[in-house]
Nanobody, 124 residues
Framework: QVQLVESGGGLVQAGGSLRLSCTAS????????MGWFRQAPGKEREFVAY????????YYADSVKGRFTISRDNAKNAVYLQMNSLKPEDAAVYFC?????????????????WGQGTQVTVSS
């Protein structure tokens, strides 16, 4: 069992930056690929980014590529999402998720555990 807790959300002006954190319980964190997803009001949940077990392999949605960076620190059981040049359309609840299988990581169904989410609001 893995419990995930996100933090770092908040209100930021367009063009600003936020760093989201996700801390995992348990001693097997490095066995999981980690992803970030987001869901805006009235919209479906969408993939944002993922990283592999070591953090070497990363992948981003086109909408955030070049602006967001995913990273992880296995010693701290944490994964991060650095978000720069934020746009109003980035506003959403952001969720981190853990995948034991590590396949098709752009799909939410590939993840075994989810956090409760953290709200990101971007003012124009």
């Amino acid at each position: 069992q893995v419990q995930l807790v996100e933090s770092g959300g908040g209100l930021v002006q367009a063009g600003g930056s936020l760093r989201l954190s996700c801390t995992a319980s348990g001693r097997t964190f490095n066995y999981y690929a980690m992803g970030w997803f987001r869901q805006a009001p009235g919209k479906e949940r969408e993939f944002v980014a993922y990283c592999g077990w070591s953090g070497t392999i990363t992948y981003y949605a086109d909408s955030v590529k070049g602006r967001f960076t995913i990273s992880r620190d296995n010693a701290k059981n944490a994964v991060y999402l650095q978000m720069n040049s934020l746009k109003p359309e980035d506003a959403a609840v952001y969720f981190c998720a853990a995948s034991r299988g590590g396949y098709e990581l752009v799909l939410g169904t590939s993840y075994d555990y989810w956090g409760q989410g953290t709200q990101v609001t971007v003012s124009s």
